[in-house]
């Protein structure tokens, strides 16, 4: 962090001279009014709706397709963590072989690229866990690059979740809910002013619950308080904490069946929705603590400073047994199981420094964010693997016994569950250990410029300077030599035009592209010596916009083009040699609809279409296949509410929600050689398309108390929610559940 300190220096005193001139401009420019302030504002993944993040822009005035999900939302859909909330989100496919670590892809990309109250952050990489919405007013979903206001990453998207921060009213929030598998949740949600300027903000949340599948629970506590003081008429200092407890039974899913030695592809497991193939003893427990500051000042009413900092610490222990990588058949189900432990620390740290403001040039008023972000991460992580250790058999299951599991230190070699795993072979087997340290640090410098030269029309133009670098070390069972790699001043760009050809609708087209920085794997350089340059991301997107019933209802519609190069190829004839030769695209389109269409009746959701390719590979059996197969070619998601405010009906509500997915699949082809003999069976398995509807319905006995019954997949359909292999990764989504909440406000 020192060199990166150092550096800094400059480029703040860089930001201090356009801050002056900012400054000026305001002094010279007459006052003109501020720009509106509703609940649907972002930009780019940054907000400024809750004086929070960069900049005020209406959602409608951005070039790209964002998603809002807000407390009214999260609330209705019972939208409990990040899963939950992005799982309803259009175009955004949730996967993951570890039950508990989710990944979100969008546009056919993870999304890599996290903000919180428009800081970038790191903490939200491994070993973070998805966390809980107790915390956080909203969420902002950007689909598509992201690399202004984040710096590396995939072009995917960027998360933005927004935390909730004193009221100027005092206000006591609670809930108790109950559901199926024994889910009890609890909640209180508290804002006080101490005084004139002076006000403070806490609460906690438990929730204990089964799960669908047999053996495994979850037990989750959290608790957060913000404290925000005026310091006279222009200057507002924040500052908080939250503590989050989660402990979980992992697993890994269900295998599949082996593809046929004719070519024929594998299958999913025919069984109960309820098997769990891990251990009765598997557990983890994650201690998660945040510390967030910012400090915002206006210097007129046109510019306004912002600076934030973000500091977590994640301490996580896993102990699990999970099944291997080796796929059953219809008759012979058993398979070998694999323990772990696994000991993690990590430490992040963020910091963001901007100016926001607006200037008056042509007779026209137009819009400057400058800033600079800092961020890293320092992960301390030690592991032991105790493979093949015990056998189960997915169509009955028993769960081995818990073996001794040591990561900072050699073992005796464990006597194999059951015996040999094969005739013959080793009755006893030794486990691997080892500990790493790493660290990450990056930083940047961004600007945007959103230049109006006539009415109606406005053009966006930004970018960004990163400097990333990292660093790893062995540290157990043998220390080794630190190895890592740089990126230096990388340029990302960033443009955009927006028309307004009514007042309400627009059309629009953007540019964007990514940069994710990749190494070589051990013992492997380029043919001509070079550093490994990182992927590339490139977005086309253009689009449409409409907003009707007053600025309440938004319908968006976007097509879309990326394309990434630069991926790595390991030559299998040239074990020293790594080829960047991959390209890659993803194109869709994606339709969405978000607000109220009348008085009390709200809709949220859309449909996209995504189809994505190899385009080149240097093997060819992969160009012209799916990049990312798990993510569906169609998919609709609606949510929908009803709470009529007047008459008969005023205090009842009704809504409902409808997920379509068209089919997925994952895995790899069988392989032949020259005589079209299978010499690698296929590990392909697939999810056929399918349909769950959701229902809720509520009533508020007055202003003070509601009710409200959610249930999920109202039909029971059984289907499988994640996908893998035929090796493991396949989850089934879950059965039918009911949950209740009793929900009080008192102000």
Do not use: C
Request: glycine fraction near 12%; charge should be negative.
């Amino acid at each position: 962090m020192k060199h990166i300190l150092r550096k800094s220096v400059g480029i703040i005193g860089i930001l201090a001279g356009s801050l002056q001139a900012g400054a000026a401009w305001a002094d010279e420019a007459s006052e003109a009014e501020d720009q509106a302030r509703g609940a649907d504002i972002v930009v780019l993944g940054k907000s400024y709706g809750e004086e929070v993040g960069k900049t005020v822009t209406p959602l409608k005035d951005i070039p790209n397709t964002v998603t809002l999900i807000d407390r009214e939302q999260i609330e209705a859909q019972n939208l409990f963590t990040l899963e939950d909330a992005l799982t309803a989100t259009t175009g955004i496919t949730v996967t993951g072989v570890g039950s508990e670590g989710a990944t979100f892809m969008s546009r056919g990309f993870a999304i890599s690229n996290y903000l919180v109250d428009g800081t970038p952050t790191l903490s939200f990489d491994f070993p973070a866990v998805v966390p809980d919405l107790f915390f956080y007013e909203r969420l902002e979903v950007l689909r598509g690059p992201a690399g202004l206001f984040s710096g590396s990453g995939n072009p995917a998207g960027s998360i933005n979740i927004v935390r909730k921060r004193p009221l100027d009213e005092l206000k006591v929030q609670g809930a108790i809910g109950y559901g199926s598998y024994d889910n009890l949740r609890s909640e209180i949600d508290v804002s006080v002013p101490l005084s004139d300027g002076v006000a403070v903000r806490a609460g906690v949340m438990a929730q204990d619950q089964d799960q669908f599948y047999d053996i495994a629970h979850r037990n989750r506590i959290g608790a957060f308080g913000v404290g925000k003081i005026d310091i006279g008429d222009r200057t507002t200092f924040t500052f908080g904490a939250t503590y989050e407890r989660f402990r979980p039974a992992i697993q890994t899913g269900l295998p599949g069946l082996i593809g046929g030695a004719d070519g024929s592809e594998g299958q999913l497991l025919d069984v109960r929705r309820s098997t769990y193939l891990g251990a009765d003893w598997n557990r983890f427990q994650s201690d998660t603590w945040s510390f967030f500051a910012d400090l915002t000042h206006k210097i007129s009413d046109r510019w306004t400073l912002r600076a934030s900092t973000l500091f977590t610490d994640v301490d996580r222990i896993d102990v699990y047994s999970y099944i291997g990588s080796a796929p059953v058949t219809a008759t012979n189900g058993v398979t070998s199981h694999i323990a772990y432990r696994g000991d993690s620390y990590a430490k992040t740290r963020s910091f963001d420094f901007n100016a926001v403001g607006s200037f008056p040039a042509f007779g026209r008023d137009h819009t400057l964010i400058l800033g600079m972000d800092v961020q890293s991460i320092s992960n301390e992580q030690y592991f032991t693997r105790l493979s093949g250790y015990a056998r189960i058999d997915v169509y009955n299951p028993v769960s081995p016994l818990e073996p001794p599991l040591d990561p900072r230190g050699a073992l005796p070699a464990y006597p194999i569950q059951g015996g040999p795993l094969v005739p013959g072979g080793p009755s006893t087997v030794t486990q691997v250990w080892g500990g790493t340290t790493s660290e990450i640090e990056q930083y940047g410098i961004y600007g945007q410029l959103r230049f109006n030269p006539v009415a109606g029309l406005t053009l966006i133009g930004g970018g960004r300077m990163t400097w990333w670098d990292t660093n790893s070390q062995t540290i157990l069972p043998t220390r080794l030599a630190p190895t890592g790699y740089s990126i230096d001043s990388r340029f990302t760009p960033y443009a955009g035009i927006v028309w307004d050809v009514t007042g309400n609708w627009n059309v629009y087209g953007s540019y964007a592209d990514s940069f994710t920085p990749q190494a070589a794997p051990p013992g492997r350089t380029r043919p001509d010596g070079k550093a490994i340059d990182p992927l590339l991301g490139a977005q086309y997107e253009i689009g449409t916009k409409l907003s009707l019933m007053n600025d309440r209802l938004l319908i968006s519609l976007a097509g879309y083009q990326i394309e990434q190069t630069n991926r790595l190829f390991n030559d299998p004839d040239i074990p020293t040699v790594v080829l960047q030769i991959g390209k890659v695209r993803a194109r869709g389109v994606e339709f969405e609809v978000a607000g109220e269409i009348l008085p009390g009746w709200r809709v949220n959701g859309g449909y996209s279409y995504t189809h994505t390719k190899y385009l080149e590979d240097a093997n060819p059996i992969f160009e012209g296949l799916p990049l990312t197969p798990v993510i569906p070619k169609h998919s609709v998601k609606l949510f929908t509410n009803y709470k009529p405010e007047t008459g008969a009906l005023a205090g009842f509500s009704l809504g409902g929600g409808l997920t379509y997915l068209s089919e997925t699949w994952a895995g790899n082809p069988a392989v032949r050689n020259a005589a079209g003999v299978v010499t690698t069976r296929s590990t392909i398995v697939r999810q056929k398309g399918y349909v769950v509807a959701d229902l809720r319905a509520g009533y508020e006995f007055d202003e003070a108390v509601s009710l409200s019954v959610n249930v999920n997949n109202l039909f029971d359909k059984t289907y499988y929610a994640r996908i893998g292999t035929t090796g493991r990764g396949n989850f089934f989504g879950s059965p039918r559940t009911v949950f209740a909440t009793l929900r009080f406000t008192y102000q």
